[in-house]
């Protein structure tokens, strides 16, 4: 779908967004009005369908709208939300996923003026070849496939023209977003979201940002056998325009078609480079969602998409390890102690130390106990809705805490990472794999000793 103009004031985007929210109020008020002639099951199923049509609306509304209102849908897009009944879960994610995979399109005529003004030249000049049709399209920008005059095959990240207002536009309107997706979602703290979103959204807009943030995670990863990030053609990016080599692949949707022991490795990779990153490097993607990577044909897995990006000093690394290895080790008291030093707890009297203790298992037991684990959407769930909803018991019970600044982007990657891997079904023993970082242990599978055997090569 083809889209001339995209509304960038806040007027003209208020006004489409209190459109979306009128009509699925008024639908979930006549969905209550007819709960009350009908039995109880009639009534959940017709709560399951709107759903389903509130999914619609969105996918509609949103992804024409660019900016931090798509984001916000992307982002929920492959949390496997629990709200939806199990009989229309795969319907609605499947809506949902077209916000990250079919955004609608920008006119080839408006991205080349983008491209020409930033470049200063008309556009056969720059390239010797330029497919006119995008291979992808996000939030604020398409990308499509071209060729260097010296024969080099390179994907061009194209800012949508506009972006830039109209993401300003969707900020001053965040209330209104954020009561449209909690109508969505209401066992999700949607607020966090948003906030998280608030945060890094305008990082994405500079892509000479993002070339840099991409240019640091291709040296540490050049030559690794198994993850690829694609190099920066830093000669023909700028502010709006971003060109990297092309690479070519696998989408999730195909990955998660294939065979176990398929799936399992690429799910370890995944859960390598987001985590790996972090602990090793202190420097990560935070947006580990479907759409920002590929598998290629000789098994390794390219990595895209470095906009959303955190870097934090090695004391945040450690500290966090920390909780991890007092955890595991059983210590509530201690845990307990390095937390409240930490700044999670204001103050630790409120919480007797095996509560806490508790806690932390529910959370992250999946990479903290020993033991293979298939991850599934449900249980990406679970620990999303134990974290956030506010009816839950872990909430209420943390619910006079905030987390420091320096550790929420961590657990979004985290969390949105064992989102990726449950929608693959992948099994694996994540704890011995998570020791390699969380205690130096010695790598148990064959991808872990292929990564070892690079960073002792490289020094890392």
Not at 56 to 61: P, R, S
Not at 233 to 259: N, P, Q
Not at 274 to 298: E, K
Not at 418 to 446: C, K, S, Y
Request: charged share 25%; hydrophobic share 40%; proline share 5%.
């Amino acid at each position: 779908m083809a889209r001339e103009d995209i509304p960038t004031s806040r007027v003209g985007r208020s006004a489409t967004i209190g459109r979306l929210a009128a009509e699925t109020a008024a639908k979930r008020f006549a969905t209550r009005a007819a709960n009350v002639t009908r039995g109880e099951e009639a009534s959940h199923e017709a709560l399951a369908r709107r759903h389903v049509e509130t999914a619609e609306q969105i996918v509609a509304v949103l992804g024409t709208m660019k900016g931090a209102a798509m984001k916000l849908g992307q982002v929920m897009s492959f949390l496997d939300v629990g709200f939806v009944d199990e009989r229309y879960r795969e319907e609605f994610q499947h809506k949902l996923a077209e916000l990250r995979d079919s955004a609608p399109t920008v006119p080839f005529a408006q991205m080349r003026e983008v491209i020409e003004s930033e470049r200063g030249e008309p556009l056969q000049q720059t390239f010797a070849e330029f497919d006119p049709d995008p291979i992808a399209a996000a939030s604020i920008g398409q990308v499509y496939r071209a060729r260097t005059p010296a024969g080099r095959a390179v994907a061009v990240k194209v800012q949508y023209p506009g972006a830039a207002s109209a993401v300003r536009a969707d900020l001053q309107n965040f209330g209104m977003l954020v009561r449209l997706m909690g109508r969505m979602a209401p066992e999700l703290d949607v607020q966090a979201i948003a906030d998280e979103v608030r945060e890094r959204i305008s990082e994405e807009l500079d892509y000479e940002l993002e070339a840099a943030n991409q240019r640091a995670i291709a040296r540490l990863h050049a030559g690794h056998p198994f993850i690829v990030i694609p190099e920066v053609v830093e000669s023909l990016s700028g502010e709006r325009v971003l060109v990297t080599d092309y690479v070519d692949g696998t989408g999730f949707e195909l990955v998660k078609e294939r065979s176990a022991q398929e799936r399992n490795r690429v799910a370890e990779i995944i859960f390598r480079f987001y985590f790996g990153c972090m602990y090793r490097h202190h420097q990560f993607s935070g947006d580990p969602h479907p759409g920002n990577f590929l598998v290629q044909d000789d098994g390794r897995v390219a990595f895209l998409d470095f906009g959303l990006f955190k870097r934090i000093d090695r004391s945040v690394a450690e500290f966090e390890l920390e909780v991890a290895r007092l955890g595991i080790a059983g210590d509530a008291q201690g845990f307990a102690e390095h937390l409240h030093r930490g700044g999670f707890l204001r103050d630790p009297e409120r919480y007797p130390p095996q509560q806490l203790l508790e806690q932390f298992f529910d959370l992250t037991w999946w990479y903290t106990r020993d033991g293979e684990v298939e991850l599934t959407p449900e249980i990406a769930t679970q620990i999303v809705i134990d974290m956030s909803d506010p009816r839950s018991r872990h909430y209420k019970q943390m619910r006079h805490e905030n987390l420091p600044p320096d550790h929420l982007f961590g657990r979004r990657t985290e969390t949105l990472t064992l989102a990726v891997m449950g929608q693959l079904r992948a099994r694996g023993n994540w704890h011995q794999i998570a020791r390699e970082w969380i205690f130096r242990d010695p790598p148990t599978t064959e991808l872990g000793r292929q990564e070892a055997a690079f960073y002792g090569a490289s020094g890392a």
